[in-house]
């Protein structure tokens, strides 16, 4: 018997029914061990030792390997084909000698690029043994992460308080996307216009045109730059007796299809036409690698989906050229098959294009076995593929120079024409810029000299605009210009991104939190080298010579190590005022922006003396006044509303915003967002006290809070009137779980349609009339079996957590394992509840009979709870009841327990 372990157990089954009798196949789920997540884990010291250690998640599997290969002939890894998937195996066969569980069981290393019978038969007979320097490769990059990770973001934690981590590739990426908005913060639009004019032939056609000389001189960009030069431009077109074809210029272009996709390729037209992110390109791109059910046979659509290379076998390239001469004819074929080349960082990693296991099998054949997603990326790497063996598309491109007959203007159209489709019938790349092209317009049929005649002219305004900001596409097109990461690891950064909160997908387009503009300010002032693009490409290319065996891995090590530890300790005697003087002039003009009045944008709003600027406290960062403590102004690290972006002021996410001033107290009035949501402030507070706040009622968005809404907030709670019968007064107020009216020691909590600031008497008397609400929703009975015989009641079956039951009067009694509900009979339900209620009655469990403890629960969690006392008491007396869990699983649930205490 040979045992092979494979990452996936989807792969698992599908390689199993390749293999057949004779091999067991099992998966890692991945990586069976990894650095543990704490300081010593990589050693510079001890020339770079580094302790591994198996996850726990990972102990079954490798358990499970160890049991199968008792008495095995062969291990076969066959892990991913790149140097991840090397790294994997590495780890796996030393995992299990250091378990003694090969005891001369030999080791062989099988690669396959597509998960299909052939290739995997073929991988098997191509055995190898592990490839030392793609492990090498692995070891220095990982080790390099942890260095960066492990070192650096604890100084982030103590020199600036709030920020989460720092990493070699994630904080260059940081970078771009922070770059990208500052250029948007100061540009400035400029003002330019263009005059355009519909001309007519003679058969009828119109076509448009654009003014591109004016007096003989040709118009440069900005040199109609307001609506009077413009509208002196429009006269001088219209003063032109007629006009005229003055030169007409045919070209003929091909435009060659593009080559089949790359990991990055296919990550950036996956954004563009289906919309998906790079991780969501990556996980169903790995389904549709590892096999899909298709008439009973797993099989793998596609080849391996983490590659750099654009090369296609031969068998797919004459399978593609078969296919396109039978469905779109011989002249859709090149005369000679397209090769297309990469430059490969790295022989001995250069895969495959991604491209179908079998081009033949059509996306409309498969279509029935995939769910949505797959489908559409199937589609988009089967028609990228079978296009790029398409001949080249033919176009007439025209550019047509129109005078009038003073000389004096000069319109130019240009346009194209598609003489033979050639690729473009299947496929066209998608954009980042969905602009109109002039050039694909289409020219009526033109000759030189040919009179026309205007028909309009239309003056039109434009202004400059800023750099757009990144998409997913567009980040990993530039990462992948720029050297930085790899493809395969793109997915992973860009969502660590996200999850530190550094950044956030505003309308498809990557917008830098406050957060991650600190980390990357700070990085640049005192740690500049280690996210300078250049420095971080050198890396990588550093690691492609580890893995080509061309450079020493721990010499690699050694020389960044000498010199990043000793930019770490130059960090040591860096006070926080330093990296406060240093990150506000850095990023002042970003929260302290012009508006054009004139006014000190730093200026304290409240004392009207102070200062504003960046402060540090144990939660992060903040601005604040700089007459603390006599003026206790603060506001969170944003730009405040009205300033900066306006898409993303009226997120509403923007930081406090100055409301007006309390006419009774002369305080200012502000709308904040803190941890636990938004909320509005009284003041500053005076003398060390807290200023007082009030929560936003859920539903209620910061940006549409007005003064007199938050001085009506601030007054609560406040009294709606007396009850008609009682005459006791009903109050209204916003407790911990929102909004509720008051009536002596009974509190209801308003619904989601009634405002606690213009809730009536009328509307209070009747909610509080209203029945209680506690606990499940009643069960509807599976069916009735009859009556009982005793009261006449009704015993009903029902379908409960732990299986069918039967119920009568407060009895409940579980249906026999393997029963029918449908089928049970009247009789078997009087026995079944009969020997229950004989039972005797338990502390603890489901009860036989009717329970007191259970109706005295119901009874709490009906009550109201706005102030959450009687609840607490409540919960109080209970305590006790859970006692009688057992150790082990109290343990565990206490901090859970304590959690929601708290919430």
């Not at 007064?729 to 509190?747: D, E, N």
């Amino acid at each position: 018997m040979n045992v092979v372990v494979v990452e996936s157990p989807a792969k698992a089954k599908t390689i199993n029914k390749y293999l057949g009798d004779g091999y067991t196949v099992l998966a890692s789920y991945g990586h069976v061990r990894d650095l543990p997540a704490k300081d010593g884990s990589v050693r510079p010291e001890e020339d770079f030792a580094m302790s591994w250690e198996v996850e726990d998640r990972a102990e079954k599997r490798v358990r499970d390997i160890v049991h199968a290969l008792k008495g095995a002939e062969t291990l076969f890894l066959a892990t991913d084909p790149d140097r991840e998937g090397e790294a994997i195996s590495w780890h796996l066969a030393r995992v299990l000698e250091e378990r003694k569980a090969l005891k001369g069981i030999p080791v062989k290393r099988v690669v396959f690029n597509e998960v299909t019978k052939s290739a995997v038969t073929e991988a098997f007979k191509n055995a190898r043994a592990l490839n030392d320097e793609l492990v090498d490769a692995y070891m220095a990059r990982r080790a390099l992460d942890y260095l960066v990770g492990f070192t650096l973001s604890p100084v982030l934690w103590r020199k600036l308080p709030g920020s989460r981590s720092a990493g070699r590739v994630q904080s260059v990426a940081l970078r771009l996307i922070c770059e990208r908005e500052a250029e948007i913060e100061v540009f400035r639009p400029r003002e330019y216009w263009s005059v355009e004019s519909t001309f007519k032939t003679g058969p009828g056609a119109t076509f448009s045109a654009r003014l591109t000389h004016l007096d003989g001189r040709k118009l440069d960009r900005f040199d109609l730059a307001n609506e009077a030069a413009a509208k002196a431009a429009v006269a001088a077109v219209t003063a032109e007796p007629g006009y005229a074809v003055a030169k007409l210029e045919h070209r003929q272009v091909r435009r060659h299809p593009q080559p089949p996709f790359t990991t990055s390729t296919l990550q950036q037209e996956a954004s563009r036409k289906l919309g998906f992110s790079a991780s969501r390109t990556m996980q169903v791109a790995q389904r549709l690698y590892e096999g899909i059910d298709l008439g009973g046979e797993a099989v793998g659509l596609i080849t391996y989906m983490r590659t750099d290379g654009v090369a296609l076998s031969n068998d797919a390239i004459t399978a593609a050229r078969r296919l396109i001469g039978r469905d779109y004819g011989e002249k859709y074929v090149p005369a000679a098959p397209r090769q297309y080349k990469a430059v490969a960082k790295n022989a001995q990693e250069a895969h495959e294009a991604i491209r179908p296991t079998d081009v033949l099998r059509l996306p409309s054949q498969v279509a029935g076995a995939l769910d949505a997603d797959q489908l559409r990326l199937y589609e988009l790497i089967w028609k990228r593929t079978v296009a790029c063996q398409m001949e080249s598309a033919v176009l007439d491109q025209v550019v047509v120079d129109i005078n009038g007959a003073s000389g004096r203007v000069t319109f130019r159209a240009t346009g194209s024409v598609v003489r033979f489709d050639g690729f473009l019938r299947l496929y066209q790349e998608g954009r980042d810029d969905e602009a109109d092209d002039e050039e694909n317009r289409r020219l009526p049929p033109l000759t030189e000299r040919e009179a026309l005649s205007r028909l309009d002219v239309r003056p039109e305004q434009h202004f400059t605009e800023p750099p757009p900001r990144y998409t997913e596409a567009s980040l990993v097109k530039k990462l992948e210009e720029l050297g930085i990461g790899r493809p395969s690891t793109y997915a992973s950064i860009i969502q660590v991104l996200q999850d530190r909160e550094y950044v956030t997908l505003e309308k498809k387009r990557f917008q830098p939190q406050d957060r991650g503009r600190l980390v990357t300010a700070f990085l640049e002032n005192f740690f500049e080298r280690y996210v300078q693009y250049s420095f971080t490409a050198d890396l990588e290319n550093l690691l492609d010579e580890i893995s080509g065996g061309r450079a020493d891995w721990k010499q690699v090590l050694r020389e960044f190590w000498d010199h990043f530890s000793l930019a770490i300790a130059g960090t040591k005697d860096l006070t926080i005022s330093q990296v406060l003087e240093a990150l506000d002039t850095e990023l002042g003009p970003h929260f302290f922006p012009e508006d054009g009045s004139g006014k000190d944008a730093r200026l304290c709003p409240s004392c009207g003396q102070g200062r504003l600027s960046l402060k540090l406290g144990k939660f992060g960062a903040f601005i604040g006044c700089s007459n603390y403590p006599e003026c206790r102004f603060t506001r969170p690290l944003a730009v405040e509303q009205g300033q900066g972006d306006s898409e993303a002021a009226s997120n509403g996410d923007t930081g406090p915003r100055a409301l007006g001033t309390d006419p009774v107290t002369s305080l200012p009035v502000s709308v904040r967002k803190g941890p636990y949501g938004s909320y509005i402030q009284l003041g500053e507070g005076d003398n060390g006290e807290k200023p007082k706040r009030v929560s936003l009622p859920k539903g209620m968005k910061p940006q549409d809070v007005a003064l007199d809404t938050a001085l009506g907030l601030l007054a609560l709670p406040r009294d709606i009137g007396s009850h008609p019968e009682t005459g006791e007064m009903i109050v209204a107020g916003i407790g911990r779980f929102g909004p509720y009216i008051k009536l002596g020691k009974t509190f209801k909590s308003l619904a989601a349609d009634d405002d606690v600031l213009t809730i009536g008497i009328n509307r209070a008397v009747s909610l509080l009339a209203e029945p209680a609400k506690g606990g499940r929703a009643a069960p509807t009975p599976l069916k009735t079996l009859g009556a009982h015989p005793a009261d006449q009641a009704p015993i009903q079956v029902f379908k409960g957590r732990y299986g069918p039951y039967v119920a009568h009067d407060g009895v409940y009694a579980t249906l026999p394992k393997g029963a029918d509900p449908e089928s049970f009979t009247l009789e078997q339900a009087l026995e079944l509840l009969a020997a229950q209620k004989a039972k005797p009655k338990a502390g603890k469990g489901r009860a036989g009979t009717k329970a007191a403890p259970k109706k005295a629960a119901a009874k709490a969690k009906a009550e109201p709870a706005a102030e959450g006392t009687a609840a607490r008491k409540t919960a109080a007396k209970k305590a006790p009841a859970a006692k009688p869990a057992a150790k082990k699983t109290a343990a565990k649930k206490a901090p859970a327990t304590k959690k929601a205490a708290s919430a």
